[in-house]
């Protein structure tokens, strides 16, 4: 039973603000019980914003969390952000028939001199040189040598992320629930000397990619629009995880015409 609602709110958008006081008082006036960040654990938390809300929701979370997710859009484009709230009334009583959609996040595992350190991300990691110059890498899929890649960086994107940053960089849509990382190059350099895949490619569940440095190049690695790392590495292991978020939403909601209205 959902009963402990947090509501995380963009305080930077006025309607923002003025959406999520009328549904607080829809909740309380339906035995919603409010509870403020950190004082207990939620059951369900109602984002009020941006499809950064919700990122910036998780990364204050470290990506480890029980409670399931409603997004209400007060944004633009709102692929994650799925409600559009006109009537605050029906929109709670509505909250026990939403339906649950599992979002699995992407891993990432760094190696360094110094440690190994693990991270995760809903939409993408994005990998570049910190130098101003081509990131170049050794890549691995299923520990089988693929390319020696150089461009301006790689994009390792979430089901939910292909359609974020990866779409801009020639990357294809995947449908919820398809149990898979994308790996697309943004710029990858093509020519006699050098052929890079130009292309994403799809590596389905239980298979990681590997980046193993070549010239000690210092990277930067940027998780969810928040950069993470900059400096050396040794190896970076990434893969599709195993770990997940809920997030609640509407049956009428279809991905198809979300397709159609956010991005044709």
Same mark, same amino acid.
């Given at each position: ?19 999520s ?23 369900l938390?109602i984002g009020?914003?941006?499809d ?20 209400v ?8 952000? +799925? ?5 605050? =009334?029906? &929109?709670?009583? @509505?909250?026990p028939?939403?339906? !649950?959609?599992?979002? *699995? #996040? ?19 990691? +994005? ?5 101003? =110059?081509? &990131?170049?890498? @050794?890549?691995?899929?299923?520990? !089988?040598?693929?390319? *020696? #890649? ?6 390792f994107?979430?089901p ?60 930067k690695i ?7 790392y ?35």
């Amino acid at each position: 039973m959902l009963k402990n609602v947090q509501m995380y709110v963009n305080n930077t958008k006025r309607n923002a603000l003025d959406l999520s006081m009328k549904v607080r008082q829809e909740l309380i006036s339906s035995g919603y019980k409010i509870i403020e960040d950190g004082v207990q654990i939620p059951d369900l938390v109602i984002g009020f914003g941006g499809d950064g809300t919700l990122l910036k929701w998780l990364s204050s979370r470290d990506y480890d969390t029980t409670a399931k997710y409603i997004g209400v859009n007060c944004g633009t484009l709102g692929f994650m952000q +799925d409600f559009k709230v006109t009537d605050a =009334k029906e &929109f709670v009583s @509505n909250i026990p028939n939403y339906v !649950e959609q599992k979002l *699995n #996040f992407v891993y990432l595992e760094l190696v360094t001199e110094e440690k190994i350190s693990k991270h995760y991300a809903l939409n993408e990691f +994005d990998i570049l040189s910190s130098e101003d =110059k081509t &990131f170049k890498t @050794n890549v691995k899929v299923a520990d !089988e040598f693929l390319e *020696n #890649f150089a461009g301006t960086g790689l994009i390792f994107c979430s089901p939910t992320g292909s359609t974020a940053h990866n779409i801009s960089s020639i990357g294809s849509v995947m449908f919820p629930g398809v149990e898979a990382m994308q790996m697309t190059p943004s710029e990858a350099i093509v020519n006699r000397r050098l052929r890079c895949l130009p292309k994403s490619i799809c590596v389905p569940k239980g298979i990681s990619v590997t980046l193993t440095s070549i010239n000690n190049d210092k990277i930067k690695i940027i998780a969810d629009g928040k950069k993470i790392y900059d400096g050396e590495y040794i190896k970076i292991r990434i893969r599709y995880s195993n770990s997940y978020m809920i997030k609640l939403t509407d049956r009428k909601h279809s991905f198809v015409q979300t397709v159609k209205e956010k991005l044709i």
